[in-house]
């Protein structure tokens, strides 16, 4: 009798667990559908699209197959969607492969490869950088790695979308952020 009700009530817990990540995994959404915004690669019709639709900035995630940490912000990060909720209303969202041939035009007009466009032109040489430019094509702010989490990742957008990049360093932002957090 003892066997059977400790069997049901592992089973019982296993059962409990298995929902929930079952339930979390739900919760997760395709970053290339519900992150990243669809493009021709031409980066002026952009800046005028997001003007129309009064963004903050394009956002572009610079990245490559082989990046871990690449994969760690599409896994855990990018797919979640508080954050491609937030970052859809804010910004464009934008994917380069640093390593790609496909061409495409640049801020400026000109026609150039992706991986000149992230290397000659933006010097990106360790992935991922998430970089923002604001709607003349200026970069405004460029963060080189990946997130702690979606938390900062949200602080970032904030930093970014509230115009707080003119004021102080990301570091300092992320500082206050955790002071606040804690005195709650």
Known sequence: MKNTILHTTLLFIF??????????????????KHFFNETWGDLPEELDKA???QKKAILIFFEMDECPFCHYMKKNVLNQPVVQEYYRKHFLNFSIDIEGDVEMVNFKGKTIKLKDFAFKEHRVRATP?????DLKG????????????????????EFVADGLYKKMRFSAYKKKKRAEKKNK
């Open 129 to 133: 950088v998430i970089a923002f430019f």
């Open 51 to 53: 003007k129309e639709t």
């Open 15 to 32: 059962s409990v667990f298995l929902n929930a990540a079952l339930a979390s995994a739900a919760d997760v959404r395709d970053p290339y």
């Open 138 to 157: 200026k970069r405004i702010y460029r963060h080189t790695g990946k997130t702690s989490g979606v938390e900062e990742f949200m602080w970032l957008g």
